[in-house]
């Protein structure tokens, strides 16, 4: 009979599925990285950031809310946010309803650099997690997920308005 494993290590089949799924978590944003910036010259970060707002009510969306769907500190989001107005691709403004809160609003620009972007970016995600799964797969992947997300987090992240 073998050892029972100890409380502060994998068992097998844990390191396992562990090892792949640390292997997926570098490199497929690595992949999606290369590709945008390859194709489009922004990162998988700017584009998270403009497919937001690209898809958000009025192409605007508060900056706190903004963070939570890119999943980053308000201060990193600053920085991009500050960029990409820099590059003429987002607006800010001050919420004329509560002057505590900052509005992120896409430009004319920053939706033309999402239109671009778009197709290489499904392209690539198809070809590397779709095209891998079967239907169900897929179905099961996204249920997966959205438990390991939920454990980490109580709060949704970003889900598409469809």
Do not use: Y
Not at 48 to 64: N, P, V, Y
């Amino acid at each position: 009979m073998a050892a029972p494993e100890p409380a502060d290590a994998f068992d097998r089949d844990e390191l396992e599925t562990w090892s792949a799924v640390a292997t997926l978590l570098e490199w497929l944003p690595a992949e999606l990285d290369t590709q945008l910036k390859r194709d489009s010259e922004i990162s998988h970060f700017d584009f998270g950031i403009l497919f937001a707002l690209s898809e958000a009510d009025g192409g605007t969306l508060r900056m706190s809310d903004l963070a939570g769907f890119a999943n980053s500190t308000l201060s990193r989001l600053s920085r991009a946010v500050n960029r990409l107005e820099s590059e003429g691709r987002v607006r800010r403004a001050i919420d004329p309803t509560d002057g505590r809160i900052t509005l992120a609003t896409l430009t004319s620009k920053g939706h033309d650099v999402v239109r671009a972007a778009t197709p290489g970016h499904v392209e690539l995600v198809r070809q590397l997690v779709f095209d891998s799964l079967t239907s169900a797969q897929s179905q099961q992947l996204k249920v997966i997920v959205r438990r390991i997300t939920g454990a980490i987090r109580s709060q949704r992240g970003w889900r598409p308005s469809i």
